[in-house]
């Protein structure tokens, strides 16, 4: 008798283990890859702050790495029992403060944007990516998806400008190989400007690949591009 209870009990226990485990490991299609421009983010009412290292390179910047269902919906806040912690990502952290910069105010070093972006997103993806990895991925994706040279090359620059979306758009996907999805927002006279740029990867975080499904938002036909 006492065998048989023993036996109930650990049963119990791996179903429960099981469940919980059920329960974090997520399902997801593919990431979407977001970089935004920091002059847009800065040029608004709002403003922006530059970080506690100082002011970021004029350069895009990562915004996150978000594990989305082909439908358009997506999980979020998957895992509550592993928070970030810092000292997982130590040998990334000049990489992140460089590639992946709060603007956000009040000024900080970080942590709080990074933070928020792996508890939010990163652990629906844990199941295919530790911490280390979901950020090491983004950085990765971030050094071979050079949106401002590609942009560049394309003679649209970075100074105040106004640019056709359909060039863009363009740009970015000859230069890539799938479509793009442009994401605007508003300087304090209400001109359109280019904002964010989302790029579709596989659930695997490595291979850019044809969005099943884009976002929704409206950019203007000719958008500015300014300068930072």
Same mark, same amino acid.
């Given at each position: 008798?006492?065998?048989?209870?023993?036996?109930?009990?650990?049963?119990?226990?791996?179903?429960?283990?099981?469940?919980?485990?059920?329960?974090?490991?997520? #399902?997801? +299609?593919? !990431?979407?890859?977001?970089?935004?421009?920091?002059?847009?983010? *800065? +040029?608004? #009412?709002?403003? *922006?702050?530059?970080?506690?290292n100082g002011k970021p390179a004029s350069d895009f910047g990562i915004h996150g790495l978000w594990p989305t269902n082909n439908d358009g919906s997506y999980p979020s806040n998957c895992d509550s029992s592993n928070p970030f912690d810092i000292s997982k990502i130590s040998d990334l952290v000049s990489r992140m403060e460089q590639d992946w910069p709060s603007l956000a105010c009040p000024?900080?070093?970080?942590?709080?944007?990074?933070?928020?972006?792996?508890?939010?997103?990163?652990?629906?993806?844990?199941?295919?990516? #530790?911490?280390?990895?979901?950020?090491?991925?983004?950085?990765?994706?971030?050094?071979?998806? #050079?949106?401002?040279? @590609?942009?560049?090359?394309?003679?649209?620059?970075?100074?105040?400008?106004?640019?056709?979306?359909?060039?863009?758009?363009?740009? @970015?996907?000859?230069?890539?190989?799938?479509?793009?999805?442009?994401?605007?927002?508003? +300087?304090?006279?209400?001109?359109?400007?280019?904002?964010?740029?989302? @790029?579709?990867?596989?659930?695997?975080?490595?291979? @850019?690949?044809? *969005?099943?499904?884009?976002?929704?938002?409206? *950019?203007?036909?000719?958008?500015? !591009?300014?300068?930072?």
């Amino acid at each position: 008798m006492e065998a048989q209870l023993n036996i109930s009990v650990l049963t119990k226990l791996f179903l429960v283990q099981f469940l919980l485990a059920f329960c974090v490991a997520q #399902d997801f +299609d593919f !990431f979407y890859f977001v970089q935004q421009w920091p002059g847009s983010y *800065c +040029d608004t #009412d709002q403003g *922006c702050c530059y970080p506690s290292n100082g002011k970021p390179a004029s350069d895009f910047g990562i915004h996150g790495l978000w594990p989305t269902n082909n439908d358009g919906s997506y999980p979020s806040n998957c895992d509550s029992s592993n928070p970030f912690d810092i000292s997982k990502i130590s040998d990334l952290v000049s990489r992140m403060e460089q590639d992946w910069p709060s603007l956000a105010c009040p000024s900080s070093s970080g942590t709080t944007f990074w933070s928020h972006e792996w508890e939010k997103h990163g652990t629906c993806s844990e199941s295919i990516l #530790d911490q280390h990895g979901y950020f090491k991925s983004a950085l990765d994706l971030k050094d071979n998806l #050079d949106l401002l040279q @590609i942009l560049q090359s394309a003679g649209i620059q970075a100074g105040g400008g106004s640019y056709s979306l359909s060039s863009i758009k363009n740009a @970015i996907e000859s230069a890539i190989g799938s479509t793009p999805w442009i994401e605007c927002n508003t +300087d304090g006279s209400g001109n359109s400007q280019l904002y964010q740029i989302y @790029i579709c990867v596989d659930a695997s975080a490595s291979n @850019i690949i044809e *969005c099943p499904v884009m976002q929704t938002g409206k *950019c203007s036909s000719s958008v500015q !591009f300014p300068s930072f």
